[in-house]
């Protein structure tokens, strides 16, 4: 997943995408509005657009940047999003976006392209790698928004756990099958113990689909979403029930968190708080983020956590 800020045209080799404008305050200045997800365990957004923020009003007089911050998960925020976009007079200029989702914005008229700002910003050249340029590209090849960041999934396993269950460190699987030859063994030898953790259920959104089933998708041969020569979406097919399946396992031979754990819109906190700190889980399918909150500057500082966490990745 690659997030990007897509916005106005009005934000000079900043970004792109709708809203009627900017509007004018009783002072008669113009005001530019940021929309932007609160990312508890990713507070350096809120850093990066605040002092955007000084930078873009010192070198524009007269203009004056409103930072929108919405609070709640992703369902919550793009609901919001989609409610405000639906009328020139509320959408924002600019906002905080999963390039997943530019396409769509994108079809309904909702972000204008970037390319002539982007042209005219050395470091649109000289900081971002081709690949990452092409996260927030649309079907007419134009680039409608500027990734802030990327990122990485894998598999998060406690080693502490592992010991106790015998199990090898550093843990190198190759297949899905290793995965759940482990999940079983902590099930078997450390009673008490979440063996393995995903997301999967309907209350996670993109959590559940990106990070869980897609993540198991694209380690199928040839499994993909959507077929880009016949520019058809695969609904079905080996790929896709071989994933089902791998999940269907989990659940049908509890190995994975107990039903209300699974449907808590806060598992990732209960997995990155308590949990993995607490040795009470063994594996977890997620992305390199997943450890922000341990760090010294994080939510919940586990100063001990690189020697007691360990990472690999999420085998084919």
């Given at each position: 997943m690659k997030r990007t800020l897509a916005g106005s045209l009005l934000l000079l080799t900043a970004v792109a995408g709708c809203g009627a404008g900017p509007a004018q305050d009783a002072a008669g200045s113009k005001e530019l509005e940021v929309l932007y997800k609160v990312e508890p365990t990713w507070p350096h957004l809120e850093k990066m657009l605040t002092g955007a923020k000084k930078q873009y009003e010192a070198a524009h007089p007269g203009v004056k940047v409103k930072l929108t911050a919405v609070q709640g998960n992703n369902e919550a925020y793009y609901t919001k999003l989609a409610l405000l976009n639906r009328s020139p007079d509320s959408a924002p200029d600019l906002y905080y976006h999963d390039t997943f989702q530019v396409n769509a914005d994108v079809a309904a008229g909702k972000l204008a392209p970037l390319d002539g700002y982007l042209a005219k910003w050395p470091d649109w050249n000289t900081q971002f790698p081709d690949s990452v340029k092409e996260a927030?590209?649309?079907?007419?090849?134009?680039?409608?928004?500027?990734?802030?960041?990327?990122?990485?999934?894998?598999?998060?396993?406690?080693?502490?756990?592992?010991?106790?269950?015998?199990?090898?460190?550093?843990?190198?699987?190759?297949?899905?099958?290793?995965?759940?030859?482990?999940?079983?063994?902590?099930?078997?030898?450390?009673?008490?113990?979440?063996?393995?953790?995903?997301?999967?259920?309907?209350?996670?959104?993109?959590?559940?689909?990106?990070?869980?089933?897609?993540?198991?998708?694209?380690?199928?041969?040839?499994?993909?979403?959507?077929?880009?020569?016949?520019?058809?979406?695969?609904?079905?097919?080996?790929?896709?029930?071989?994933?089902?399946?791998?999940?269907?396992?989990?659940?049908?031979?509890?190995?994975?968190?107990?039903q209300a754990d699974a449907h808590n819109a806060k598992l990732y906190d209960k997995i990155a708080f308590e949990w993995f700190p607490q040795a009470k889980i063994g594996i977890s399918l997620d992305g390199a983020w997943a450890s922000s909150p341990w760090k010294p500057t994080g939510t919940k500082p586990w100063p001990e956590w690189t020697e007691k966490i360990g990472w690999t990745r999420m085998p084919t």
């Open positions: 927030a590209k649309g079907g007419d090849g134009k680039i409608y928004g500027v990734p802030i960041s990327t990122d990485t999934r894998g598999l998060w396993y406690q080693k502490d756990v592992f010991a106790k269950a015998g199990l090898p460190v550093p843990w190198e699987p190759k297949t899905w099958n290793d995965v759940l030859t482990a999940a079983r063994t902590i099930k078997q030898k450390v009673p008490g113990v979440i063996p393995f953790s995903m997301y999967s259920t309907k209350i996670h959104g993109e959590a559940s689909t990106m990070q869980g089933f897609e993540m198991l998708l694209y380690g199928t041969p040839g499994g993909t979403l959507y077929d880009e020569t016949q520019k058809k979406w695969v609904a079905g097919g080996k790929n896709f029930t071989d994933a089902l399946t791998f999940i269907n396992t989990i659940y049908r031979e509890e190995l994975g968190p107990r």
